[in-house]
């Protein structure tokens, strides 16, 4: 079973956190999306088995310090701070952090948060960006009730738990299309690439994703992998 399984040379554990369409959801059983069809097509190259290890988004960096995962691939943000704990490749692709409200909401922009009952994927840029204290630009830890899925902090907005989310723009749109009664505020809160994270002290397989990766975005397979799941 994925449980059993460890990282090794021969296997690339991808651990993610599958409720984040279009990067990477549930179809049936099978975890689907851009960054498991990009995983896959890595470890094609490199001639690795491939496995997804769906886990809570702010267990992706243990899993990979620990060597239970291989990389991290969940739409993960660059940041100077994860920087600190894992190595990134280069970016794939790039997310916006965009607020949804209900459709008859007060909320007109960023500046009506203030107050306001936001909800956000626990560990999330989302997360540390609004749970940040007021003078760093966040609207301070009280403000922020955190779920461990995207689409559990939607369902909350849905039963009125919370006056907004903060996530990713293509999960937002996701999220919108599959739920009635909501909708994406115009004003965008922080843009961001995404990369793969892989472990600091493992810097041969960093190299080998890194250089799939570049061939994969250079002849376009990445390219068409996105286009099949957005439709801009
Ligand atoms: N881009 C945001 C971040 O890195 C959210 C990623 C959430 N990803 C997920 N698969 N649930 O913090």
Redesign the pocket.
Known sequence: SEESTTADDNTLIMA?????EP??YYEGDEVVGIDAEVGKAIADKLGMEFKISDID?DSIIPAIQSGKASMGM????VTPEREENVSFTRSYAT?IQVVIVPEDSTIASIDDLEGKKIGV?Q????DIYCSDSPEKGGYGEDAVTRYNK?SDAVMALLSGKVDCVVI?NEPAKAFVAANEGLKILDTEYAN?D?AIAIAKDNTELLEKVDKALAELIEDGTVQKIVDKYITS
């Open positions: 993610t956190n599958a409720f984040f990067y990477e988004f969940a739409g993960m943000t997310g994927q560990g999330t840029t989302g995207g990713d961001e995404y």
